[in-house]
Each structure stands twice: as structure tokens, then as C-alpha cells.
């Protein structure tokens, strides 16, 4: 069964960090982009962040740019989002997903596996 599974989500506080993490199982993430999302509850779905298959570099959007950081360990097929100088409305749940082809790396309906998504809340 093809799956991707993120964990890592908690309670942070204001100013903290904490590092996600994305496994998958039935397949490997070596050839696949790895996006990471997030929907706040009310809002829309929101891009974070793309770490590219072949060469690992990752792209971020503005809201996260300098803040956040993925990274990918291929021989353990996991691929992680530090998230640092969190901030309450960074509250979500978190997501990540998978692709091979992309045409726009930021758009989640190109996404051929989605995890089911970890809870990160930033509160004091």
C-alpha cells in the first residue's frame, strides 16, 4: 500500500522550533518531489515548501522563506521540514506529498500522494 505518514507535530512555543518528519511506505521518495503543506482551520490549503528529487534543493514560499528548511534522506527514505521562530499563526496541520512530474512545484492538485497531515500548535 502506497503511503506517506508525517509526525513530528506538537505543541511549540512562540520563538521555538520543531523538525517534521515524512516517511513513506510502499514506495521510495527518491524520484518523487517532496512538497510540504498546511491548512489552518477556515483557511485555504498553503504551500511551504518543495525539495526536488534530483538534486535535493528546496524551494520555499515567502511566508516561510529563511525560516523553514527541508531536507531529504534518501537511504532512509525520509524527507524533514525544520520549522524555526515559530510563530501562532503558523498553527496547522501539516502535510506532505509527493510527486513526479510538476509543472508548478507550489501547486498541491499536481501531488500524486498526500500523507494524512500532523498537528503543529504554536501557543504560549
Known amino acids: 500500500q502506497v503511503q506517506l505518514v508525517e509526525s513530528g507535530g506538537g505543541l511549540v512555543q512562540p520563538g521555538g522550533s520543531v523538525r517534521l518528519s515524512c516517511t513513506a511506505s510502499?514506495?521510495?521518495?527518491?524520484?518523487?518531489?517532496i512538497g510540504w503543506f498546511r491548512q489552518a482551520p477556515g483557511k485555504e490549503r498553503e504551500a511551504l515548501s518543495c525539495?526536488?528529487?534530483?538534486?535535493?534543493?528546496?524551494y520555499y514560499t515567502d511566508s516561510v522563506e529563511g525560516r523553514f528548511t527541508a531536507t531529504r534522506d534518501n537511504a532512509k527514505n525520509m524527507v524533514y521540514l525544520q520549522m524555526s521562530s515559530l510563530k501562532p499563526e503558523d498553527t496547522a496541520v501539516y502535510y506532505c506529498?509527493?510527486?513526479?512530474?510538476?509543472?508548478?512545484?507550489?501547486?498541491?492538485?499536481?501531488?500524486?500522494?498526500w500523507g494524512r497531515g500532523t498537528q503543529v500548535t504554536v501557543s504560549s
Open positions: 506529498a509527493a510527486a513526479r512530474d510538476l509543472l508548478n512545484i507550489f501547486n498541491g492538485d499536481e501531488y500524486d500522494y
Open positions: 525539495i526536488s528529487a534530483s538534486d535535493g534543493i528546496a
Open positions: 510502499g514506495f521510495r521518495l527518491d524520484y518523487y518531489a
